[in-house]
């Protein structure tokens, strides 16, 4: 079976989904599973809303980046940062539109 997981973060990040996911993911791969996880390039929560501070950064992609491990690949992608992302996800919002306002939530990072 092919199985996609999409999360907010993956190991080496910490945190309790994360390792979850991570120990879900090695168990299906083990079990001859072809797993897909697609997350961001984010460490820490607070660089989901903000860009990381100068020097933090380093070694990491700026492009979505491919890691294999037998039947587990693992894709990142760096979050958007646009100044005034939360007022115009929010103005997007307000149009009369359920599946637009799901994806337009302002507080919401953006991949």
């Excluded at 092919?2 to 994360?18: C, K, T, V």
């Excluded at 984010?42 to 070694?59: I, R």
């Excluded at 990491?60 to 939360?86: I, W």
């Amino acid at each position: 079976m092919h199985i996609a997981q999409f999360i907010h973060r993956y190991p080496p990040a910490l945190g309790g989904a994360e390792a979850y996911t991570a120990r879900l993911c090695k168990h299906l791969a083990a079990a001859n599973h072809r797993v897909d996880v697609w997350t961001s390039t984010a460490h820490e929560l607070c660089e989901l809303w903000s860009a990381p501070k100068t020097g933090s950064s380093t070694n990491r992609p700026e492009s979505p980046s491919g890691e294999r491990d037998a039947n587990l690949h693992v894709t990142r992608f760096p979050p958007v940062y646009f100044s005034g992302r939360r007022y115009l996800l929010k103005a997007l919002s307000l149009l009369p539109s359920r599946p637009w306002q799901c994806l337009t939530t302002p507080c919401n990072p953006v991949s």
